[in-house]
């Protein structure tokens, strides 16, 4: 009884900016980490950037430098600020959580519906 609510995807320009948000409801005590994964038709989906609750990030080589993460963890939301998109970033973003809940089971890893994000050219 986790669910994620997306918002923030939308068509850009090359080297335009999007901020990606996703808030975390339900049966929550904590969550471990948030983060953003990507996919596009015929590719795997791939971890974009990742979040700890401590403060950690990591990111992947593709969007070091041009995408930062951050958490609000007082509202149970993540967000994925985008700059200098590529059309290459084109994909459906999910958000991802790892949650500490007040029911069992203890802990569980949850998803987001996606949002699209498409950079034109």
């Known amino acids: 009884q986790v669910r994620l609510v997306e918002s923030g995807g939308g068509l850009v320009q090359a080297g335009g900016s999007l901020r990606l948000s996703c808030a975390a409801s339900g049966t929550i005590l904590s969550i471990s980490s948030m983060g953003w994964y990507r996919q596009a038709p015929g590719k795997q989906r791939e971890l974009v950037a990742l979040i700890v609750s401590g403060g950690s990030t990591s990111y992947a080589d593709s969007v070091k430098g041009r995408c930062t993460i951050s958490m609000d963890n007082t509202k149970n939301t993540v967000h994925l600020q985008m700059n200098s998109l590529k059309p290459e970033d084109t994909a459906t973003y999910y958000c991802?959580?790892?949650?500490?809940?007040?029911?069992?089971?203890?802990?569980?890893?949850?998803w987001g519906q996606g949002t699209q994000v498409t950079v034109s050219s």
């Open positions: 991802y959580a790892e949650v500490q809940r007040t029911i069992l089971p203890r802990e569980g890893d949850y």
